[in-house]
Each structure stands twice: as C-alpha cells, then as structure tokens.
C-alpha cells in the first residue's frame, strides 16, 4: 500500500491473521507539485502477486525491519529506495497510469523529451527541440503531451523548474543563484512563476515550509 499524499485511512487486523505491518516514509520535494508525486493516486494497492519485480526487494526490507542487525536503518533506507524504484518501473511496464509523468515515461515517444526536461531544466526548451527530440512532428508532439501527460511542455518543465526551486530553498541556497540553476533570467522572473504556481513568493513559501 502506499499513499502518495496524506490519505485519512484505517487498516485493522488481528493476531490471528498473521499479519505484520512495516511502515516507511518517503518525502517528495516540492510535495504536492511534485510532478511524480501529482502523477500518482491517492492510494495505491500493489499485490505483490501481480508484481513479481518486487519480491527480492520486499522479502530483504521484511527481514532487516525484524531483525537486529548492525547497520539495519541505513540498510532499510536503501531498500526502501530501491522498492520505489522497481515499483515505478513496474507501473510503466504495466501502464497502470494513464496520464502524468509515469504515463509519459512509458510512452516511448514521450519519455525522450521528459528525460531531457528533467536532466537540463535550465535549457530553454522550445516545443520545436523536444519535438525533434522525440522523432515527431511538433503538432504531434503538442497534442499528444497534452493529451497523455495532462499538460502542455511547457506547463510540464514549469511545474518541474519550480518544483527544483523548492527543493533548493528547503536547502538554504540564495535565490539568484536558484534562478540561473532552474532556466529563469533573473530572481524576478522565478518569482513571477513561482507564485503563479504555488500562490506564494519564493519568501513566503519558504517561510511556510520552515515554520
């Protein structure tokens, strides 16, 4: 199970079922606008049976969280990482995700351009060079973006820029230097996106986040 935001939920069970619950926390930055953690539902329910990518991963996790070995969290930490990587994996092998990042990733047209949104975010991209990029026609790869990640490029390399910018205020980083590291001219500029996207300057935002 798990929630990719917070969910009010209940789960019950007693001794005589045998069960043995194994809770982990994974934090996104930039939350909510975090375009991976937008992509997925609210809660997702992952039968190990149906996941076979999962097991040598899940049977480690399981066996470090109840035994007292030297170096259990850091090896548990690793894990957990990596069961959320492979989990991922499976979701695009599968296309259990029909729109978002995860459904752009597994689209084979789509997932060049993506790829290189999130490797260079400071590049100017244009419709026309991811188009390229993708090997199609740059109404084609306008209109299928759209309709398959749920918005367009450039909506999509905003929302991942500001979701950068967030990560690196939480780390303490001046915003000028947060500006040319994102793709903006200037700290104005970033602030102008980031407010549009968030409800917030940069300064506000920043605040809320460490109060």
């Known amino acids: 199970m798990v929630f990719p935001r917070p969910y009010r939920h209940r789960m019950l069970a007693n001794e005589a079922d045998g069960a043995r619950l194994v809770c982990a926390t994974l934090q996104f930055d930039g939350g909510a606008n975090n375009p991976l953690a937008a992509a997925l539902p609210d809660v997702l329910l992952l039968p190990v049976a149906d996941a076979p990518i999962l097991d040598g991963a899940l049977a480690w996790l399981f066996e470090e969280a109840v035994a007292g070995y030297c170096g259990r969290e850091a090896v548990m930490g690793r894990l957990f990482e990596l069961l959320i990587v492979q989990m991922l994996r499976h979701l695009m092998a599968s296309q259990t995700m029909s729109s978002g990042m995860m459904a752009g990733l597994a689209d084979l047209c789509l997932a060049r351009a993506i790829t290189l949104m999130h490797a260079e975010p400071e590049r100017a991209w244009s419709v026309a060079e991811l188009a390229a990029e993708s090997n199609m026609s ?31 205020l939480r780390e303490g980083r001046p915003i000028a230097l947060i500006a040319d590291e994102v793709g903006y001219e200037s700290p104005s500029a970033l602030a102008r996106a980031f407010r549009r996207k968030t409800g917030a300057s940069p300064r506000e935002w920043q605040a809320a986040a460490s109060a």
């Not at 109404?139 to 967030?166: K, M």
Request: aromatic residues 12%.
């Open 138 to 168: 740059r109404a084609s790869f306008a209109a299928s973006f759209r309709s398959v990640v749920g918005q367009t490029p450039a909506d999509y390399l905003t929302s991942w820029r500001i979701s950068l910018a967030q990560k690196r």
